[in-house]
């Protein structure tokens, strides 16, 4: 089990950390990278191009302004690839969202929340449970999780109400 994580600029990267965080508690192997669809096209087209040969599996692909990086990449793989688009400009993401969700037919980029590293995470482990079913398990212990922290949150906001 294994995903790549491209990012354009290294600024992207306290965004995308908890990407990778997610995954390694999933028990998959991440693979970080940092290449420019614009700075450095012959690195992301020899990235995307090995990528299956490599063992990944997925691709988390993240990128501000233009972000023609999910794309390129999709151009050069096979391998499924999740866009996130990064909040990078005073635009405040809306330009990244643009790109990766205006993708051409034929060349898809699945794509995220302006930010929503922890969701490409999550939409990488639900692609992979495919394959893994040992994933299936873990996915649905995670959302048990989630509900009792929500649950939890819920008890502790009424209680603060009730003590106005």
């Not at 290294?10 to 999933?26: G, I, Q, R």
């Not at 995307?48 to 691709?59: K, N």
């Not at 995470?121 to 009792?148: C, G, H, N, W």
Request: hydrophobic share 50%; net charge neutral; aromatic share 4%.
């Amino acid at each position: 089990m294994k995903v790549a994580i491209i990012m354009g600029s290294n600024s992207d990267w306290p965004v995308l950390e908890v990407a990778e965080k997610t995954l390694v508690n999933f028990g998959v192997e991440v693979e970080v990278v940092v290449a420019s669809a614009h700075r450095t096209p012959d690195l992301v087209h020899e990235f995307a191009a090995g990528a299956r040969d490599r063992g990944v599996e997925v691709i988390i692909a993240a990128a501000g302004a233009a972000a023609h990086l999910g794309g390129v990449i999709a151009a050069y793989t096979t391998v499924p690839v999740i866009g996130i688009p990064i909040n990078a400009t005073v635009l405040n993401g809306m330009d990244a969202l643009l790109s990766f969700v205006q993708m051409p037919s034929g060349i898809p980029v699945a794509t995220m929340a302006i930010n929503g590293a922890k969701n490409a995470a999550l939409f990488a482990v639900q692609i992979l449970s495919t394959k893994y079913p040992e994933l299936v398990e873990k996915l649905a212990a995670d959302r048990v999780k989630m509900q009792a922290e929500v649950k939890a949150k819920g008890e502790k906001l009424a209680a603060l109400r009730q003590g106005k």
